[in-house]
């Protein structure tokens, strides 16, 4: 119990609402004359500049001083602050018993006999009404465009803030912006990967996810990540749009041991096929092997790359260099970096140019 001006405020404060303080220290010499002067001393052996500091403090006689040194266990000095009993004087605690050698329930026993005689003063407490659990408090979720929000991203794939806009007739960039950050203050969304310009997505948090399911909410569930699936999808509907012949196959994808993200089926007498594959992964050498596998597939006639950003491309151009030196097999790879592809007044068409076999198109 250290001294100082703000402990010594903090006593001043406890004894004016008439609570009892119970201070011990085994430096007396840290003791300020506050604590010392305003309550009962129970001073045990002392020696040296402690026994003669504390009889400085509480202005002990040399005899008095000299006897800190001589007390045995159990015996102490006690001073009262009380002018009825100014005189210190020596009092002895009783040895408590040695219990080392008595089992837990002896212990039990002991300490409840111990504690009979007390127990007649004591009045028992009412018992406390026990208190109803409150319900689980959800989220405090906004109602009206917050919520609206928040269903578009469970219940839809991943889109971008114009096709959000787009979907929600009257929605614009800012009040999207406000409902997100009301929804990311409650934990119920996180952002994705960003990529390429005003690319950004967003997607239930783990938080997010339960509170739909409460709300009976049906979430979309990701394949492979929202960056990846968005930019599939952009493929395939540009492709679709540019050549309307074409099928696509997206499930049931198996080609030998590998699984391409979707087969183009070009439309013909021989029935070629195109993996179309998009790599989000910063494993190039594990994505350019995979493609190695895939194109080496003898009812494969090519495949289509994209990348989400373009320094993914020149990455996954050195991987495939490293991984197969035929030729044959990396002519019929094409890498593309999607943001590009997007722009206004490309040409979809031009990508299945070189691997649609003249004479087959419709």
């Known amino acids: 119990m250290a001294s100082g001006l703000g402990i010594e405020k903090f ?15 085994q430096q007396p010499a840290f003791l300020g004359q506050f604590a ?22 509480l202005n002990l006689s040399p005899d008095q001083v000299a006897g800190l040194r001589d007390l045995e266990t159990g015996q102490c000095l006690t001073v009262f602050s009380d002018e009825r009993c100014s005189a210190p004087f020596v009092q002895r605690f009783p040895i408590a018993p040695d219990v080392r050698h008595l089992s837990r329930a002896e212990l039990e026993e002991l300490s409840a006999r111990s504690l009979e005689p007390w127990m007649t003063h004591v009045v028992p407490e009412p018992a406390a009404p026990q208190k109803t659990p409150k319900p689980e408090e959800r989220p405090p979720l906004l109602e009206g465009l917050p919520l609206l929000v928040f269903k578009r991203i469970a219940g839809h794939g991943p889109e971008t803030i114009e096709e959000r806009c787009q979907a929600l007739a009257g929605l614009d960039r800012n009040r999207d912006w406000a409902a997100r950050q009301e929804l990311q203050k409650l934990g119920l969304i996180q952002e994705a990967d960003t990529f390429g310009h005003h690319r950004l997505l967003v997607h239930l948090s783990d938080k997010g996810r339960a509170f739909a399911q409460e709300l009976g909410i049906s979430c979309h569930k990701y394949k492979s990540g929202p960056v990846h699936e968005w930019v599939l999808n952009q493929v395939i509907r540009h492709l679709g749009r540019a050549c309307p012949g074409v099928r696509f196959v997206r499930k049931d994808t198996h080609l030998a041991d590998r699984q391409p993200d979707a087969i183009l089926m070009l439309p ?11 790599v989000c992964s910063p494993n190039y050498s594990r994505e350019s092997q995979a493609l190695v596998d895939i194109v080496s597939i003898r009812e494969v006639d090519g495949a289509l790359v994209f990348t989400a950003k373009a320094a993914h491309r020149k990455s996954l151009e050195r991987a495939l260099e490293t991984a197969t030196a035929d030729q044959t097999i990396s002519a019929k790879i094409r890498l593309f970096d999607i943001e590009p592809c997007l722009q206004p007044g490309f040409n979809w068409g031009s990508l299945l140019e070189p691997l649609w076999p003249r004479g087959q198109k419709e």
């Open 11 to 25: 006593l001043s404060f406890l004894r004016a609402t008439q609570i009892a303080v119970i201070g011990m220290d």
């Open 36 to 57: 010392l002067s305003a309550a009962t001393k129970l001073i045990f052996r002392l020696s040296g500049m402690g026994a003669w500091y504390m009889g400085r403090l």
């Open 268 to 278: 013909g007498n021989q029935g070629y096929r195109i993996a179309i594959q998009v």
